[in-house]
């Protein structure tokens, strides 16, 4: 019986969900592991073959820590709420849960097809409202939080409120928006509105007015990892800054243990340094100019408080509030249209654009805070009004930016170092500063900077302050297809539904677009009104009673779910909490984590957050979510190309194309193979070779018609994706390519000598685009999914990217057949035997565990799979079908082919359980130890044949039985050896 994967993964896919194999509770007796990979988004397109490759790895890992002895928590579900699926909606009318749905069947469909261990009894989706019901009452924690700067944690904003009642908030340490001082009296004379924005500037989910990218097309917010070279990733719409009220959380409160926590984490130090770029620490100090002519104060920070005397000018970002303030009527129209240009640029193009210089002057000025001088006041779109204070002190002595803007627009330049010229000192870094003042003249660069700082913290013109590149993130997403929040405005003040109502799901709508007056999508749905008074959704006819009020209309982002599922995993069926005390304890944070580096700045830092909040306020028992984290490297596509030749009508000679000529290559396209167009690029003219070609080409396939007057420029030649699936070995399948596109149909080809079409190739991203998407579906039934597991690991090391070549695949399958040949006979007997093993087969074998071992607690898999396929290969030349021997090489194999290592654990008589209960087997270094050794034995210094002595010899027994080898005797021509060296274990050398 040859092996017959489709039957035995079909088996054995069929027993693990009977018998609930990977079903996992809590079990003190053994040690925990938790492993994970990133929630994955079900789109319509299913999975290709590299979205598994983190799984797989995942997999392997938990299967692994099953065998060790562990108590494995290995879960799977559904980051299930997302824009596509709305966007389908919006142009089909199909409501996003039913697109979902059918996406999801797929997934899971296509997952189970490669044999994951994954608990699917754990299950979650964001989109399931027993799912969001806990996300909605996590945004209410937030909401009822602030962060205490004393404590340095997140507290009860009731906390915060008795505070306020008993001795107002002078004395308060909190990380906050509010910069006005009241009293007690004050506090509780003011009226509720004007409480609740009060405490609206301290709570750690709020309500203000943020620059958002904005999206016209798409009708919603977009964050910036939504984004690609300015514009919407999904669709490639333009985005633009819009000023909106929007819900934020205020993730800067936690910009310092964010920091920190990094350093305790067994990440890669790239995806720590792109937090730590995110997060983007700056110490130095806020100063505040006064603007002329006006009662307003612009602030500043800047990490060189010593370089003041060398502000020339100041740049405000567009959006700044003072701008329209302070611009003079006449630069006002200049100023508008500045500021409509800048709007359409995102806030990563602005960040990312270094080399283009642009602003407009508002014919303002400010007041240098000691000199008291006047400086202009000029607008930039390099200049972030999300940034710090959206305002900047221009030191282009300092600062090539500001040296390139102040030479742009011919800004007067003050220099702040003496005895060097402005062109001298401008464009080198300082080791120390020699400035224009009294107080800072010959001091070094940090003691300059403090000294500055002191004298302006003296005249209370400016303090210490750290600042942050990290902005609060906003949390409004302008969209149907997310999770609702559990808020209504009384008279415009926001408050949260009870915990007894929630979750408050979802209402119908008939609509997925805004509606007319701009609003989002809920405002189109009929019943979004709560009934204080009842505490339930009501309709449109309600909504003048005085306890019915309307229901907030944005939705949260997609991050809302995914910063904390890892959590519900633990226990996804309370429904009295988000994850009970005991779960938690237990299964406490993840130890493996495996994802994408694209998700550091975006969920991984969310979900950090998030954990930090939910431990400050004792609902977890541990900060950081991720122990560790690996992040697979893309596999790479290898994409097909065919080439067109492209005609002109052009008159050679005289000649003028006929019109049956010009109408047969119009109905036409001509495609020349690689081979054929690689001979035309290395002739000596290339112009020539290919018109010869395609003009013999033409003559042979439409004999009769003149094709005079038509030619063919190399340069014009297009290279165009080919699907993979209709080329075989870089050979175009020819008729079906005709078939594949009706543009296509009528195609010729200029073919090789053979008859063939040989495509080009490249390795490039896999993308539907591209048609270099290879479908895992169509491999496992082809090869068999043990095969894919087995190969997606031995392209190479987890974190590298690498190519997809299916050609590699079968090396892998005919090690699997070899695998199976060593249980079994031709005629498909069991030919495993009991006794005693060779001492070569359980060396061999014990190399192997080793081996494996080693490379999985260095969470290294290519190498183990390398190292398995010479282990079968030893014990095929040994003949060996020992038990002892092959049990353990069955459990080895278990974790990266479990199908087939289930069916072998059976052929060796195990009939109770499964593989996954057995023990990992264990190195026994005796067998490891070499009784001989292969001696290369040398005459005068070089090596003229090898042989093996028993380790167990002295020296002389060595020397004496090289000496009397026949092949010794040869060599010496009977002479006596004058030396003769013996290094046991190394080398004899004879000199003659």
């Not at 199976?820 to 069991?830: A, I, Y």
């Amino acid at each position: 019986m040859e092996y017959d994967f489709n039957a035995i993964e079909k088996k054995w896919r069929k027993y693990w969900r009977e018998n609930n194999t990977y079903e996992t509770k809590i079990d003190a007796t053994k040690p925990k592991y938790y492993g994970l990979t990133m929630f994955p988004y079900p789109s319509g397109a299913g999975l290709h073959v590299g979205h598994p490759l983190g799984y797989i790895a995942s997999d392997i890992y938990a299967r692994y820590k099953r065998l060790k002895g562990f108590n494995v928590l290995h879960p799977m579900g559904y980051d299930s709420f997302g824009l596509p699926a709305e966007q389908y909606a919006i142009q089909t009318g199909q409501h996003p849960a039913v697109t979902t749905e059918e996406n999801l069947k797929r997934y899971r469909s296509q997952l189970d097809k490669i044999g994951f261990s994954f608990d699917w009894s754990r299950e979650v989706r964001t989109s399931d409202p027993q799912y969001y019901k806990w996300t909605q009452w996590i945004f209410k924690q937030l909401f009822a939080a602030y962060y205490c700067k004393d404590a340095d944690k997140a507290m009860p904003i009731e906390n915060l409120i008795s505070v306020f009642e008993k001795e107002g908030n002078a004395k308060v340490n909190a990380v906050t928006a509010c910069e006005t001082e009241f009293s007690a009296e004050e506090w509780n004379g003011f009226d509720t509105e004007k409480q609740a924005a009060v405490l609206m500037e301290y709570r750690l989910t709020y309500l203000a007015d943020s620059w958002v990218n904005w999206c016209p097309a798409l009708g919603t917010v977009l964050a910036n990892d939504e984004i690609v070279n300015g514009v919407s990733e999904r669709g490639g719409h333009p985005v633009e800054q819009k000023l909106m009220r929007q819900w934020s959380m205020r993730i800067t409160a936690y910009a310092e243990r964010l920091l920190k926590g990094l350093d305790k984490l067994d990440w890669s130090d790239a995806v720590k340094d792109i937090q730590r770029n995110w997060i983007g620490k700056s110490v130095g100090a806020s100063v505040n100019f006064d603007v002329a002519d006006h009662d307003e104060i612009i602030s500043v920070f800047t990490t060189r408080p010593d370089t003041i005397y060398g502000v020339s000018f100041m740049v405000l970002a567009p959006e700044h509030e003072l701008v329209a303030k302070i611009t003079t009527v006449e630069y006002k129209e200049d100023i508008k249209s500045y500021k409509q240009k800048a709007g359409l640029k995102s806030e990563r193009d602005r960040m990312a654009d270094t080399k283009t210089i642009s602003g407009q002057f508002t014919g303002a000025y400010a007041v240098h805070p000691l000199s008291g001088e006047k400086i202009q006041i000029w607008i930039g779109d390099y200049v972030l009004a999300s940034y710090g204070t959206g305002a900047v002190m221009a030191v282009p002595c300092g600062d090539q930016r500001d040296w390139d803007f102040a030479k742009h627009f011919d800004i007067p330049i003050k220099n702040i170092f003496a005895d060097v010229s402005i062109e001298e000192e401008a464009y080198t870094e300082k080791k120390g500063t020699i400035a224009n003042s009294e107080f800072l003249n010959g001091l070094e660069v940090g003691e300059a900077i403090q000294k500055a700082i002191a004298v302006l913290e003296e005249k209370k013109i400016g303090k210490a302050k750290t600042n942050y590149r990290l902005r609060d993130a906003v949390f409004s997403r302008q969209r149907y297809w997310g999770e609702p929040f559990p808020v209504y405005y009384d008279n415009g003040i926001p408050k949260t539904i009870e915990d007894q109502y929630l979750p408050i799901e979802l209402p119908e709508v008939d609509k997925y677009l805004p509606t007319p007056d701009g609003k989002p999508p809920l405002g189109n749905a009929d019943n979004w009104f709560w009934d204080a008074k009842n505490n339930e959704l009501v309709g449109k006819d309600k909504a003048e009673e005085e306890h019915v009020h309307p229901m907030e209309l944005n939705t949260m982002p997609g991050w809302a779910g995914s910063s904390w599922y890892f959590l519900r995993y633990m226990d996804p069926h309370n429904d009295k909490a988000f994850v009970a005390k005991d779960k938690v304890d237990y299964w406490s944070n993840v130890d493996l984590y495996i994802g994408g580096a694209e998700h550091a700045t975006g969920h991984l830092l969310y979900a950090r957050f998030w954990s930090m909040f939910l431990h400050d306020l004792d609902f977890i028992p541990f900060e950081e979510p991720f122990k560790k984290m690996i992040n697979q490297g893309m596999i790479l596509g290898r994409s097909s190309f065919v080439y067109r030749v492209n005609p002109m009508y052009t008159i050679l000679g005289g000649s003028i194309p006929t019109d049956e000529a010009k109408s047969i290559l119009n109905a036409k396209s001509i495609f020349i193979s690689l081979d054929q167009l690689d001979t035309v690029r290395k002739s000596e003219s290339p112009e020539w070779k290919l018109n010869e070609l395609v003009g013999n080409h033409l003559s042979d396939a439409h004999p009769g018609i003149s094709f005079d007057g038509i030619s063919y420029d190399l340069s014009k030649t297009t290279q165009i994706h080919v699907d993979i699936n209709i080329v075989d070995n870089d050979k175009l399948d020819v008729e079906a390519f005709k078939a594949s596109r009706e543009e296509y149909a009528n195609a010729e080809f200029i073919l090789e000598d053979d008859g063939t079409y040989i495509c080009g190739n490249e390795v490039e991203k896999m993308s539907k685009s591209k048609f270099n998407v290879q479908n895992p579906d169509d491999l496992v039934e082809k090869y068999g999914a043990d095969t894919l597991r087995m190969y997606e690991m031995f392209l190479g090391p987890i974190e590298q990217a690498k190519p997809w070549d299916i050609k590699g695949i079968n090396g892998v399958n005919n090690f699997l057949r070899k695998l199976w040949r060593l249980f079994h006979d031709q005629e498909g007997n069991v030919v495993v035997s009991d006794g005693k093993a060779d001492a070569q087969a359980l060396k061999t074998m014990h190399k192997t565990i080793k081996k494996a071992q080693d490379d999985m607690d260095r969470y290294v898999f290519n190498t183990t799979v390398s190292a398995m396929m010479i282990c079968v290969n030893e014990l095929t030349e040994q003949k060996c079908h020992n038990k002892t021997v092959l049990q353990d090489l069955a459990v080895l194999l278990a974790p990266y082919a479990p199908h087939i290592a289930e069916e072998l654990w059976v052929v060796l008589g195990n009939e109770a359980g499964t593989i996954s209960d057995a023990k990992y087997p264990i190195c026994n270094e005796e067998y490891l130890v070499e009784d001989a050794f292969e001696y290369p034995v040398s005459f005068n210094g070089k090596m003229r044949f090898k042989v093996e002595l028993p380790n167990n010899l002295s020296k002389d027994e060595i020397e004496k039985e090289i000496l009397a080898m026949e092949k010794s005797q040869h060599y010496l021509e009977g002479k006596v050896p004058k030396k003769v060296i013996v290094v046991p274990g190394r080398i004899v050398n004879i000199v003659v």
